[in-house]
């Protein structure tokens, strides 16, 4: 008895000194100065960030070809588990037999099993034919049963996976950050038998990082509300004053890390802007208390300044450029690193006391501003993609544009356009000649 007491409190120990080095190391990321780049600031980055894999919209991914790598046919992606608010796809539906929908048997796969051949437009599971069919089955009508955290764990563990959402030894975290299973689990999902965890066994420590307002950035590691993508598509998008802002169009995914790069949202003229699409980080929106509305704390002219494209000019899914600054005109942290060295970008948008598209003045002049630069940028046939989504704030009559350009021309002309529609000397263009454009 006494020795268990003591492995309690060296745990209570290290969980507790743990907290207070994350929190140091959150409150060090929201306050870092302007050009200072200290190493606990630059660790910080570092190991919130997963690699870059490129992105896919949803609807390409939904009907791909599944096989296995010895290409013997499994079935198509039928369907996503996705989990908006935290970031994640949770799981791959496949369909499996059936004619035209009907009579197939349904399997789901956590997104990190699978290999992507985008050449061949399919994906790939390394299991075995045998293995796969005797895999356990999804119900559709079962979903709220079969998206819980311990059947989620089991199907995680059947295909060698760890869940994103595990608290190490001690089990799996719910949604409301309880643990769940009463016994801890082994990497592969399975009940570890040895003995089970303390009743206050410490939690997954995860430092929440701000949205750049009131509703705040969750933790990516906890389970939220598991929609489905085809349920998912057509869903109301509002700010926190009821305004229309639009509805979701579209998902940007990387199906290797399972995350909802962007959620895609189509303004439908709501925002004045007819045929336009915004991208969105996803841990920027919360549901209501129906889920049948996603909430976004921006206005109407903020999503004006903020990166937006025609639905036929998508950019190039392949480069993470134009979604770091999706994030950064957002002020939400990016969850994917590119190994490029964007450390002062990263200082600059996070210091409080620099200027995003969130900043955006409500003055009607400001506005005004804002929405004829915008045009006028629009406009200009000889425009890239970068170049029609660079960042535009209007404050007391001041203009910033910020965000990547393919050419020092480009930045000029965009600086040009700028400075014939606001008051003369009052432009800082911050743009920034890309040294590898994501599109022409």
């Not at 299973?181 to 995860?206: F, Y």
């Not at 705040?216 to 700010?239: A, C, D, P, W, Y």
């Not at 549901?287 to 025609?310: G, R, Y």
């Amino acid at each position: 008895m006494a020795a268990m007491k003591t492995d309690l409190k060296i745990i209570t120990n290290i969980s507790a000194a743990s907290l207070l080095a994350l929190t140091a190391l959150g409150q060090e990321s929201l306050s870092q100065p302007i050009g200072e780049t200290n190493s606990n600031y630059q660790s910080l980055i570092q190991a919130r960030g997963e690699r870059w894999n490129g992105a896919a919209k949803a609807t390409d991914v939904i009907g791909m070809t599944v096989n296995n790598v010895q290409d013997e046919r499994l079935g198509k992606v039928s369907d996503l588990a996705l989990d908006v608010e935290s970031g994640r796809i949770v799981e791959v539906i496949i369909s499996t037999g059936g004619f035209m929908g009907m009579g197939s048997t349904l399997t789901a796969v956590p997104p990190g099993a699978f290999q992507r051949d985008a050449a061949q437009h399919i994906l790939k599971l390394d299991i075995s034919k045998q293995k796969f069919n005797a895999a356990p089955r999804f119900e559709i009508a079962r979903w709220a049963e079969n998206t819980q955290s311990n059947q989620l764990s089991e199907t995680y563990g059947y295909y060698s996976q760890q869940p994103y959402f595990a608290c190490g030894e001690y089990g799996i975290t719910n949604a409301d950050g309880t643990v769940a299973n009463s016994s801890p689990r082994n990497m592969d999902g399975t009940i570890n038998t040895a003995g089970s965890h303390p009743v206050d066994a410490p939690r997954n420590l995860e430092v929440a990082g701000s949205a750049g307002g009131s509703l705040g950035q969750i933790s990516s590691r906890k389970l939220r509300f598991i929609e489905q993508e085809s349920k998912l598509m057509g869903t109301s998008v509002k700010n926190l004053q009821n305004e229309n802002l639009g509805k979701v169009e579209n998902f940007a995914l990387d199906l290797s890390a399972g995350r909802i790069v962007a959620v895609i949202v189509s303004s439908g003229g709501f925002i004045g802007i007819d045929n336009e699409l915004s991208a969105v980080p996803p841990t920027a929106f919360r549901f209501d208390a129906e889920h049948d509305t996603l909430q976004v704390d921006a206005s109407k002219d903020n999503l004006v300044s903020a990166p937006h494209f025609k639905d036929g000019e998508w950019p190039d899914l392949s480069q993470p450029e134009y979604f770091s600054g999706v994030y950064r005109a957002y002020s939400v942290e990016p969850y994917f690193t590119t190994g490029a060295d964007n450390t002062r970008l990263n200082v600059r948008d996070i210091d409080s006391r620099t200027l995003t598209p969130l900043d955006q003045g409500n003055d009607q002049a400001d506005m005004d501003t804002t929405a004829q630069i915008r045009k006028g940028i629009i406009a200009d046939p000889a425009m890239t993609v970068n170049g029609k989504n660079v960042k535009i704030i209007t404050l007391n009559g001041h203009v910033t544009l910020r965000g990547p350009v393919n050419t020092a021309d480009e930045k000029s002309r965009i600086g040009d356009i700028a400075n014939h529609i606001a008051i003369a000397g009052n432009v800082d263009n911050q743009l920034e000649v890309s040294t590898s454009p994501s599109s022409n």
